[in-house]
């Protein structure tokens, strides 16, 4: 049997250690929103409103990477499954159409998440 050792199923970033740069964003939003607390110019109204929206784009973009990094999670538990499958000791009864039926919808959800990503930059 192959050495099982050349992939990892693990994810090499502690989430605890590592938080988006997005979620850091909504204390210092709402710390902005206070300062324009009362909105008794026109400038500090205008500064409100641009805070207000801010904060709506920060909550679209953290669901779209929340979104993509879940698609990116299940595919790569997809491959891992096909990588413990080819390692197996039965490889010579999979055959190429199986193979490509396993590998073709990860490819296209990859895919997705991949576009979704990029869409926000």
């Known amino acids: ?40 110019t026109p400038d500090k109204l205008r500064v409100q409103e641009l805070a207000y929206q801010l904060d709506e784009l920060r909550g679209s973009i953290h669901g779209a990477t929340a979104d993509g990094c879940d698609t990116l999670l299940r595919v790569s538990a997809g491959l891992g499954a096909v990588l413990r499958l080819l390692e197996g000791d039965d490889i010579a009864c999979v055959d190429s159409l199986g193979v490509h039926s396993l590998l073709a919808p990860l490819k296209r959800q990859l895919d997705s998440a991949a576009n979704r990503m990029q869409g926000m930059i």
């Open 1 to 40: 049997m192959p050495n099982t050792t050349a992939y990892s199923e693990q994810s090499t970033i502690n989430p605890a250690t590592h938080v988006l740069a997005v979620s850091r964003q909504s204390p210092l939003i709402a710390e902005l929103i206070e300062l324009t607390f009362p909105a008794d």
